[in-house]
């Protein structure tokens, strides 16, 4: 069905997806905010909320613009996973093997975003959609 549509309208592939560049995206007022207050929370190493729809988009577009090298993106699709599943996933993200227990995880996490900040000079950014 999706070949027979490209086919027809002349595209070369799907215009629609998780695979466009941010460029490539629409650019509305919305949009444009949400990236700038993205962006500002990265800069200020503060906590942001952001609701609404366009939330990856915007998170996507706000990442692209990164000097990666200086920073290290720590994403968890899922928030569900509780406070012991977020810690978890930071301390896999940074390369670390998670401590089995709560009273070990948490400052097992800490200390590795501080030593990724501090000895590896990159800011460590947490993205919890």
Aim: hydrophobic share 40%; proline share 6%.
């Amino acid at each position: 069905m999706i070949d027979k549509q490209t086919a027809h309208w002349g595209f070369t592939r799907m215009p629609f997806g998780k695979g466009l560049a941010p460029s490539m995206l629409h650019r509305h007022s919305s949009h444009t905010q949400a990236v700038a207050r993205i962006t500002w929370c990265i800069g200020e190493r503060t906590l942001g909320v952001i609701t609404g729809a366009g939330k990856t988009v915007a998170v996507r577009a706000s990442l692209s613009q990164l000097d990666h090298p200086r920073h290290k993106v720590i994403y968890l699709a899922n928030p569900a996973v509780g406070l012991a599943g977020i810690h978890h996933a930071i301390v896999t993200a940074l390369g670390g093997v998670p401590r089995p227990h709560r009273s070990t995880l948490i400052p097992q996490a800490t200390a590795l975003l501080a030593t990724e900040n501090n000895e590896r000079g990159r800011v460590p950014v947490l993205i919890i959609e």
